[in-house]
């Protein structure tokens, strides 16, 4: 028999989720859907109601009158839940949350043990696994960067040199001889329907991704003279190089399809302040070439970083 509780606040929880937590499929990678987030919070009440009786119990209490005290207890875990949730799939961290914030310093015992409150993310750890750690996540993962090798030429060289090389848009404007301002929209499309189409890869909910129709275009001068001089390379073998790191690398996929990314690191290379990581990719270049006796300096030139940027790798690696 299905416990009251459940039929009760299945309904309220799942108007509750929209309203409040709706944010996160719109500014989270395209692994999260609201979908995942109302499951997630549908587990957390099934468990909560489970364990309400002994809860009550453990306080002197009864069901009778403390239908506020279960929501409070629901509203709190939910958002643990779905918070953690967040912060490991769509893999933005949880700046300034202390575990206060998460949880509203609710905290409760329930028979076996488990603690609703602070440091509560066991569901989440039990029902929900990262999607690269299943057999279907690396498929799936797969799907979307296979998105890529769908891509028109030129749309594919503004998406390396942006996510890739990590240009700022302005010299991606120059490298393909367009005025000022121009790319920027255009990679904003190409990443929308990239985004539509990953989040298609895991929603029963579609959204139709339409087709570019490749028009003819050639590289300019600039742009043959710039992937010979940085990456020794002609287009096919670039094009070829970046679609190897997208299917290799997860974390460009990261980058590419969370709203949240508005800059590269490249573009933040002459600005004080916090930095993005380099790529496990571009790491795994810095390192080859440190083995292979190349200078730092050299390094920053062939890979377009900053000296320092390579430097403090460097150091990194030295020091593990």
């Not at 799936?140 to 090389?165: E, N, S």
Request: aromatic share 8%; with cysteine.
């Amino acid at each position: 028999m299905t416990d009251p509780l459940i039929s009760e606040y299945l309904p309220v929880l799942r108007g509750h989720v929209i309203k409040k937590y709706r944010w996160m499929e719109e500014r989270g990678n395209c692994l999260i859907t609201i979908d995942d987030l109302i499951q997630i919070a549908s587990i957390r009440l099934l468990k909560l109601a489970a364990d309400w009786d002994d809860i009550l119990a453990g306080q002197g209490k009864t069901r009778a009158g403390n239908n506020g005290l279960f929501w409070k207890y629901l509203e709190n875990g939910t958002k643990q839940s779905v918070l953690k949730y967040y912060e490991r799939v769509g893999n933005v961290p949880l700046k300034g949350k202390s575990e206060r914030d998460v949880t509203g310093g609710l905290t409760a015992i329930s028979a076996d043990g488990e603690e609703y409150g602070a440091t509560d993310d066991q569901s989440a750890r039990e029902w929900w696994q990262s999607v690269e750690d299943s057999m279907f996540g690396k498929i799936t993962l797969r799907k979307v960067a296979d998105f890529f090798d769908t891509l028109p030429r030129r749309d594919k060289i503004i998406i390396a040199l942006r996510h890739y090389d990590e240009l700022p848009f302005a010299q991606i404007d120059a490298l393909l001889g367009v005025a000022k301002r121009t790319v920027n929209p255009q990679a904003d499309q190409i990443v929308t329907r990239w985004r539509d189409f990953a989040r298609n890869q895991f929603t029963d909910h579609q959204v139709e991704v339409s087709k570019r129709q490749a028009r003819p275009w050639e590289p300019t001068d600039v742009l043959i003279e710039y992937l010979r001089t940085r990456h020794r390379n002609d287009l096919p073998t670039y094009l070829g190089r970046v679609t190897i790191a997208f299917h290799t690398d997860p974390t460009y996929l990261a980058e590419i399809l969370n709203p949240a990314t508005t800059r590269s690191p490249a573009s933040l290379s002459g600005y004080h302040g916090d930095r993005l990581p380099l790529s496990a990719f571009m790491q795994a270049q810095i390192d080859k070439m440190l083995g292979e006796g190349v200078t730092g300096a050299e390094i920053a030139r062939t890979l377009g970083l900053s000296r320092n940027r390579v430097y403090d790798h460097a150091k990194r690696r030295h020091a593990a």
